[in-house]
C-alpha cells in the first residue's frame, strides 16, 4: 500500500491539489480574487455615473471609459518596470495615494473634469493583476507554472461574474454616487491588502545582478518570441470583448430583447472555467496558437444558429478556449522573460490585453451595424483564428531551421516546445 502512495500525489489531476497545497500561493490566490473585485466592477460603476448621474449618453460613457483605457494601456508597462527596479511596495503606494484620490474627487466631478480625471485614474491605477501573475511565477515550480495561471485565469473569471452585476445592483436599488463611494474604498483597501501581503516578485533575488541585467533592457522584455505572444494576446482578447457585443446584438436582433444575455455569458464564464480546469491540468501544456485557432474557429460561426437556446449551446465550445488561452499567454509571457524585467514584460501583456479590449468591441460594432450580429462572431472569429495560423507557420518555422550546431539545436525550438521540454 505504502509503495503505491506516491502515484496517487503526482497524477495530472491533482496539480491544482498541488498549487493549493503551498501557503503562499494560496493565501495570494484568494487575496486575488476579492482584489479584482474593485477593479471589475468600475467600468459598469463609471458608465452608470455619467449616464444616470450625469445625465449623458452611453457615448459619452464610452469616452470616459476609453481615456481610462488608455491611462492603464500607457501605464502597465511603466509600473511593472517600477516593480523590477524598487519593489512593490515604493512602486504601488504612490499608485495608490493617487487612485485613492481619484475615486474620491469622481462622485463629484461634472463631465468635463470626468475626461481628463479618468485618464489619470488608469495611468496609476493599483497593478494587481500584474503583480499577482508575477507572483505566481516566482513562488511557482516551473511545472505548474500552468495549472497555477489557469487558476489565476479562473480567479478572475469569478471576480468578473460576481463585481460587475453587483455593482449594477447596488447603482440601481441604492445610489450612484455611492457606489462610486464603495468601489472607491474597495480599491484603496485592496491596495493595502496588497502592500501588507507584499509577495516577492522574484524567485531569488539579486540585485547585483539585476543592475548588471539592466543594459539591454528591451532586448530582454522583448525577447525571441515575445512579440508573437502579445501580438496572440491582442487577437485574444478582440474575439472575448467583441464576443460580448455580438451576443447582445444577436439576442436583439432575434427577440427585440437582450435581457436574457445574462443567461449566455453566465454559460460562457462556466464553460471557460471547465475549460481552464480540463486543459490546466494536462502534463503537457497546449500550445498558445493552438488554443488561440481553436477559440477562433469556434467563435466564428455562433452567430448562425437562431434564438437564444441555440446561442447558449452554441457559445459552450467558444467559452471552454477562453480561459486556457489567456493562462497560456500570461504563462508564456512569464517564461520568455529574464525574472529582472518579468515586471515590465507583464505590464506590456497587461497593455496588450488592454488594447485587445479597446479594439474587439468597436470592431465587431462596426461590421454588425452594417451586416448584422452573425457578422460580428465572423469576423473577430477569423481573425484570432488568422493570427493563429500565422504564428503556428512561424513557430513550425522555427522548427525546421536548423540552430548553430546544426539539426535540433536549441535556437531551432520554438518557444512552446523548449517550454515542454523544460517541464
Known sequence: ??????????????????????????????????????????????????VLGLDRGYGAAGAVGALWTVGVALGSP??????????????????????????????FLDYA???????????????????????LGAQLPRRLHTGGFTVDSLATEVSFMIAPAAAVVLATAWSVRGSLVVVGVLTVVSGVGLL??????TSAPDPVEAVVRD??????????GMVTVLLASVAALIVL????????????????????????????????????????ALRRPVPLYVLLLALGLATAPVG???????????????????????SAATSEVNRLAPESVRGEAMGWYGTAATVGVAVGAPLAGFVIDRAGAWSGFALIGTLGALVAGVGLV???????RPGPTGSGAQSGVSPTRRRAASV
Open 78 to 107: 511603466w509600473r511593472g518596470r517600477l516593480l523590477d527596479r524598487i519593489g512593490l511596495r515604493r512602486t504601488v503606494l504612490p499608485s495608490l495615494v493617487v487612485e485613492g484620490f481619484v475615486w474620491a474627487a469622481i462622485p
Open 304 to 326: 448562425l444558429v437562431p434564438g437564444l437556446w441555440w446561442l447558449v449551446l452554441a457559445m459552450a465550445p467558444a467559452g471552454f478556449f477562453c480561459a486556457p488561452t489567456l
Open 215 to 224: 543594459r539591454g533592457r528591451l532586448r530582454q522584455v522583448f525577447a525571441p
Open 196 to 201: 501588507v501581503l507584499n509577495p516577492p516578485l
Open 241 to 280: 470583448s467583441g464576443t460580448e457585443v455580438a451576443i447582445v446584438a444577436h439576442l436583439r436582433e432575434e427577440s427585440g430583447d437582450a435581457r436574457m444575455s445574462w443567461l449566455v455569458f453566465v454559460v460562457w464564464s462556466l464553460t471557460s472555467i471547465v475549460g481552464g480546469l480540463v486543459l490546466g
Open 1 to 50: 500500500m505504502s509503495g503505491s502512495t506516491p502515484s496517487t500525489t503526482t497524477p495530472e489531476t491533482h496539480v491544482y491539489r498541488q498549487i493549493l497545497a503551498i501557503p503562499s500561493v494560496r493565501r495570494l490566490l484568494v487575496f486575488s480574487l476579492f482584489a479584482r473585485m474593485p477593479h471589475a466592477a468600475s467600468g459598469i460603476v463609471l458608465t452608470l455615473f455619467v
Open 394 to 400: 512561424l513557430i513550425s518555422w522555427g522548427d525546421d
Open 113 to 135: 473634469w470626468l475626461l481628463p480625471v479618468a485618464l489619470v485614474g488608469g495611468l496609476f491605477q493599483v497593478p494587481t493583476f500584474t503583480v499577482v501573475r508575477q507572483a
